[in-house]
Structures are given as C-alpha cells and as structure tokens.
C-alpha cells in the first residue's frame, strides 16, 4: 500500500459525459501528479500540482482540467468524454520541492475509466 | 530527459537473479537512474535510483556503469511475485521548478518469472 488513495477504482460512462476522479496523497507529501495509460500510449504525464499551485503540463487535453485543493487532495476532471479516453488514470504524490536531492512519486491504485 | 533503451522482454528462473538492463547513453550528468515497475496494471512502484555509485536497498541493487551509459537493475532471488513490467527512467531529480519532477515513462522491460 503506497499510501496515496484513489476514488472510484472503476467508472464506466457515455461519450459526451464529465466526470471526476479523486486522489488523496500521502500524509505529508505536497506535490500531486495525474498520468494516463492507455493500450497504444502508455503511461503519460498529464499534469502536476504542488501545495495547490500548477507546476507541469504534459500531454493534458484542453477538455480536461485538475485542481489541487487546501487540504492537498486533487481532482481530475474529463468532460466531452470519447471512446479514446477510455484508459487507467493513476495519481502519484511525492514529497515535491526537494531542492536538488531525489523525489521519488508514490502511485494510487489507479481509476479505470470506460468510455462507451 | 535522456532516453532509455529496454528489452521487450526477459524470463528467468524463480530463485535466481533477474538483471534487467537499461541503455542512456545520453544521459547528463546532473541526471539520475530511476527504477519502477508495474504489476499487471496496479499503479507503478518506486524500486531505486541512483547517481553514479552502486546503490543497494532491500528491493534490489543496481549497477551503473563508470561512463553512465548503462545500468542494470538487478533482483538477486526473483519470485513469481516480481513478474511485472519493469521501466528505466533517467531524469533530472529535485530543484524548483516543475518539468524536472514528472517521469517519462518508455515501454519498459516485461519481466516473467517462471516457477
């Protein structure tokens, strides 16, 4: 168990539809990541918080967004859902700005998402 | 991020040692050598990293070679447990910033451990 928490663990839903995914760190780690994997891409960074600030974009789509909120849990949020967002969605927290030493990330369980 | 090189796949025997190999031969050198893995779509797992010494813990060792240009991950008694797709990552670790924190996966290295 690495200590980071993710809701629901399975989310099946139509095209065309919002949801949200859940992820709580571990106690005392700062920094929250979201990554996508899926059958043809793989694991990909989406998008990384810290201490409820924005730091890192990577491969996040426009129709989807995240926030970090005071007591350091995050939200993914998917809308306009197509059949190609069907993927595992992992949290991973980690301690965040560590200045200069290593930061190992953490990984929830992961949110599996299908698109229908 | 340097890019890393991994073979598809390996097998080895349980209770004998797995060495998964892993090419960067671009790799900087303010760089680290990260080891993860994921057993069939559970989320990912820290295994170690490391500079440029050797670096030992209770999961496994990894060896990096004097130029950096490779290293291998190695588990001394595989068990059936350890079956997963191991990923080789090289990044630069820590200061402020964002970019420098999120890891690159590639395809990683299935590792099947037979009984």
């Known amino acids: 168990d690495s200590g980071v928490t993710q809701t629901p663990k399975h989310l099946i839903t139509a095209t065309g539809q919002r949801v949200t995914l859940r992820c709580s760190p571990r106690s005392g780690d700062l920094s929250v990541y979201w990554y996508q994997q899926s059958l043809d891409q793989g694991l990909q960074f989406l998008i990384q918080y810290y201490n409820g600030e924005e730091r890192a974009k990577g491969n996040i789509l426009e129709r989807f967004s995240a926030q970090q909120f005071p007591d350091l849990h995050s939200e993914l949020n998917l809308s306009s859902l197509e059949l190609g967002d069907s993927a595992l969605y992992f949290c991973a927290s980690s301690v965040g700005e560590t200045g200069g030493f290593p930061d190992e990330q953490y990984f929830g369980p992961g949110t599996r998402l299908t698109v229908t | ?115």
Not at chain 2, 52 to 58: G, L, M, V
Not at chain 2, 94 to 105: A, H, I, M, P
């Open chain 2, 1 to 115: 991020d340097a890019k890393t090189t991994q073979p598809p796949s390996m097998d080895c025997a349980e209770g004998r040692a797995a060495n998964l190999p892993c090419n960067h031969s671009t790799i900087s050198g303010n760089e680290y050598v990260y080891w993860y893995r994921q057993i069939h779509s559970q989320g990912p797992q820290y295994i170690i990293h490391g500079l440029k010494n050797n670096e030992t813990n209770e999961m496994a060792s990894l060896i990096i070679t004097e130029d950096r240009k490779s290293s291998t991950l190695i588990l001394p008694h595989a068990t059936l447990r350890d079956t997963a797709v191991y990923y080789c990552i090289v990044r630069v670790a820590g200061g402020s910033g964002g970019s420098n924190y999120k890891l690159t996966f590639g395809k990683g290295t299935l590792l099947t451990v037979n009984p």
